[in-house]
């Protein structure tokens, strides 16, 4: 039995079953709708009918756990006499992860004989997910709470994320691609690749022209950067299941196989939009 819990946040978008599976405990940040006062969490919002509420014109604001939020949870374990591991939302995208170092430095004097450790893994979506998913087995083979803690350090740069969105109106709302770019890609037909960067940052790396070639795009980065064609591969994506049968063809076409699909959770969707889809995996570079 390890004596450490190993926590993550619902911006892994790794559904609740398989972090139970995993033997991994989540936060949720949260969210509310324009036109309503009711803060939600993500794990409390369907994905699907989220992204056909998006479809209808809906705008969701998106909310990051506060410090209180995670000391609740923490101390839960502390006083059981357990140590954490928080694997946290990339600091380039949320104020999650500081809120989890504030609340752990705030309950060190209360509890001098536990820790709780938090790693930045500057990741977002799934690829944090995967990064948790990595961790857990690492657990599971009997590493200890440093042993994780210094592994994810030393591979979150090499976890490669690489996504394309549908719609640039999503991007354009968040100022992520300014108004007239996303007239004209909306005209042209316009789909950038994206990815997650050193710093936790999205950022737009080239442009393709239709979604197949888009998600082509997605494949090709795969192809040129993967480390080894048979780790773990993690899809996510915000309703378009057919897009994601496109691009596992063409990574078994490169002889990978995708170890897990999940649907982009509605935090997450809520500033890429439906159609949003990414490809996750450890490369030689982000």
């Known amino acids: 039995m390890t004596d450490y819990i190993i926590y993550t946040d619902s911006a892994c978008d790794i559904d609740v079953p398989s972090l139970k599976e995993w033997n991994v405990k989540h936060i949720s940040l949260s969210l ?19 992204y056909n509420r ?18 609740r949870a923490f101390e839960e374990e502390l006083k059981e006499g357990k140590d954490i591991l928080y694997i946290g939302f990339s600091t380039g995208l949320s104020t999650t992860c500081n809120s989890a170092s504030i609340a752990a430095k705030q309950l060190a004097d209360t509890y001098p004989d536990n820790r709780v450790v938090c790693v930045d893994t500057l990741a977002a979506s799934a ?8 961790a857990a087995k690492k657990r599971d083979e009997g590493c200890t709470l440093d042993e994780v803690a210094q592994y994810l350090e030393d591979n979150k740069l090499n976890l490669c994320h690489w996504f394309t969105v549908d719609d640039l109106v999503y991007l354009k709302r968040g100022g992520r691609v300014s108004p007239a770019a996303a007239f004209v890609g909306g005209v042209l037909g316009i789909k950038p690749v994206m990815h997650v960067d050193n710093d936790g940052h999205l950022v737009n790396v080239f442009k393709a ?8 795009g997605l494949a090709d980065k795969f192809a040129e950067t993967v480390i080894d064609k048979n780790g773990t591969i993690f899809i996510c994506h915000a309703d378009c299941d057919a897009d994601v049968e496109t ?8 002889g990978a196989n995708v170890d897990k699909v999940v649907y982009t959770g509605p935090v997450i969707g809520a500033h890429s939009g439906p159609g949003t889809i990414a490809l996750f995996f450890l490369g030689t570079t982000r």
């Open 32 to 50: 509310t709708f324009e036109d309503e006062g009711k803060v939600l969490l993500n794990d409390e919002v369907e994905p699907v009918a989220f």
């Open 54 to 71: 998006m479809r209808e014109g809906a705008v969701a604001k998106t909310a990051a756990v506060n410090t209180e939020s995670f000391k």
């Open 127 to 134: 690829g944090q997910g995967l990064l948790v998913y990595l």
């Open 209 to 216: 022209r239709g979604r197949k070639a888009a998600l082509r």
């Open 247 to 254: 691009l596992k063809n063409m990574l078994a076409e490169q």
